[in-house]
């Protein structure tokens, strides 16, 4: 679970709920005075979403089976005469 910091500066401004599909939206708006503190939002956000997606990555990754040595094929079995004039 990921939690959002909203410092001095940042402030809610509205939030709505909606649900369809047995899936919910909340939908924050944020007021922030400073560019440094949404900048710092921004980043929090970004890394959020970022550690989401790299676990629903690797919930679908199926895990490997174990593979088989793979071997070169056998060498052809061709006759070498040289120079032979048939």
Not at 18 to 45: A, F, P, Q
Not at 59 to 70: D, Y
């Amino acid at each position: 679970m990921s939690t959002i910091f909203l410092d001095e500066h940042c402030t809610v401004k509205s939030y709505s709920a909606s649900s369809k599909n047995g899936k919910s939206m909340v939908r924050i708006e944020i007021e922030v005075r400073d560019h440094y503190s949404l900048g710092c939002l921004l980043r929090e956000l970004d890394r959020t979403r970022e550690e989401q997606q790299a676990d629903k990555a690797s919930a679908r990754k199926p895990k490997a089976k174990s593979a088989q040595l793979a071997l070169p094929p056998p060498p052809l079995r061709l006759n070498h005469f040289g120079d032979a004039d048939w």
